[in-house]
């Protein structure tokens, strides 16, 4: 069992660079499945959540291997159909790709229900409603998704009944090969949905329109291997930036794509922080006292709901009353009760937290309850006077690449502890 120990109060100063984007990168490894043949990606995270898809794969049959930290050379020639292990794909939300990828392939998939963080209701009904639609008939039993058509996908028109990054995905990945013409409507537009449709493209899929309200998909009998980077992580430049305005300091973020963050930008501006954009990099810089904020969570290219637990904490550190309204995932504020061991004050009524800036918090033993939630705990710690000791760092593991190493660098004083099972809280949720 590792925790962190944080020695917080101290500006950050220095230059953090971003990693790739993790929600595109599981799509895209995963996706490979569907390609049958060799592909090399580049600017691959080195996290948790990659790994288990490599492991995922190469059970699977596929040939894989790291080149470097942050490139792998797939080959799933050689794959598998049903053969996933339910003790990897339980480990992450986002091993639901397999369902389409081997759909799109074999004609069936058998895939274990998906893991991840738990943000209450999360179902993949409307997954299951676009594979449905594309002639497959779905059930799930006994903690496995059983998918299989007796004549193939054949392509139509989906209209999903809510904006689903996931269920968008993965539709658009089982229609790559399907038969005809598929038309996803009000389609997710997060760049990741984006980056997964360039990714196939450059395979020799034909997708259309992705990034916007609908999505055109003519289907191919086969695809080919390709060299693809995946795009910077919008979420982990985010939390950067965030870093840098709780803790006072001037901290250059680079490697990401300036229009990905403007909505967490605009926010910060308001906030009273300075925001100085570049080509492909951004400068942070906090001008005195934090104000109160008002924020709600959208999908893409509102404020997004990833960046929630980040902009409670500066909230906590502002002058006044903030608001944040959670619009996508109704157990996101599960980070609250973390944060009270640090002297905030929050209450949270259903989907709104009123949040009272008191312009500071304390060091203290806290939980990451959940990806994003842990790396809150970590802006906090390193924005509060004392010390903070953070466990079940797993979590933040899952997502953020060598993330004591990249804030030691810009003057942190963080360090990773590897402690008995025994000083630890207790995991269950």
Not at 36 to 48: R, S, V, Y
Not at 411 to 417: F, H, P, R, T, W
Request: glycine content about 10%; charged content about 25%.
């Amino acid at each position: 069992m590792d925790k962190i120990v944080i020695h917080g109060g101290k500006p950050l100063n220095g230059e953090i660079s971003v990693s790739g984007m993790k929600n595109a990168a599981v799509a895209i490894v995963l996706s490979t499945l569907l390609v049958e043949d060799k592909c090399l990606i580049e600017n691959l995270p080195d996290i948790a959540d990659i790994n288990v898809s490599l492991e995922i794969l190469r059970s699977m049959g596929a040939k894989v291997e790291r080149k470097d930290r942050n490139t792998a050379y797939i080959d799933t020639r050689s794959a598998k159909q049903g053969v996933s292990p339910y003790d990897l794909v339980r480990k992450m939300r986002a091993s639901y790709y397999l369902i389409g990828a081997e759909l799109g392939r074999f004609g069936r998939a058998y895939v274990g229900c998906p893991g991840g963080c738990d943000f209450g209701q999360r179902p993949i009904d409307q997954h299951i409603k676009g594979f449905e639609a594309l002639g497959a008939k779905v059930t799930v039993r006994d903690g496995y998704i059983d998918a299989n058509t007796d004549e193939g996908l054949k392509g139509t028109s989906i209209y999903m009944d809510v904006v689903t990054v996931g269920g968008t995905i993965n539709t658009m990945i089982a229609a790559v090969k399907a038969e005809g013409t598929t038309i996803i409507e009000n389609a997710a537009h997060e760049p990741h949905v984006v980056d997964t449709a360039n990714f196939l493209n450059a395979c020799g899929a034909k997708i259309s329109g992705a990034g916007t309200d609908v999505i055109k998909i003519r289907g191919v009998k086969q695809l080919h291997g390709t060299t693809y980077p995946i795009i910077p992580d919008m979420i982990e430049a985010g939390t950067y930036m965030i870093l840098a305005a709780a803790t006072g300091g001037r901290i250059r973020v680079s490697n990401l794509i300036p229009k990905h963050i403007d909505s967490i930008s605009a926010k910060l501006v308001e906030m009273n922080v300075n925001v100085e954009e570049e080509d492909e990099a951004v400068v942070v810089e906090r001008k005195g006292d934090l104000s109160k904020v008002n924020i709600k969570t959208l999908p893409y290219p509102g404020f997004p709901t990833d960046m929630n637990p980040q902009i409670g904490v500066l909230a906590c550190l502002a002058n006044g009353t903030s608001m944040i309204t959670e619009g996508v995932f109704e157990n996101r504020f599960r980070y609250v009760e973390e944060l009270k061991r640090m002297g905030a004050e929050i209450k949270v009524d259903g989907r709104v937290a009123v949040i009272s800036g008191k312009g500071e918090l304390m060091g203290a033993r806290v939980r990451a309850v959940d990806l994003r939630a842990g790396i809150a705990m970590v802006i906090a710690g390193l924005a509060a006077s004392g010390i903070t000791e953070i466990d079940d760092i797993y979590h933040i593991q899952r997502g953020y690449e060598r993330v004591i190493e990249k804030l030691s660098a810009v003057g942190a004083d963080i360090k990773l502890i590897h402690v008995p099972d025994s000083g630890a809280y207790d995991k269950t949720e």
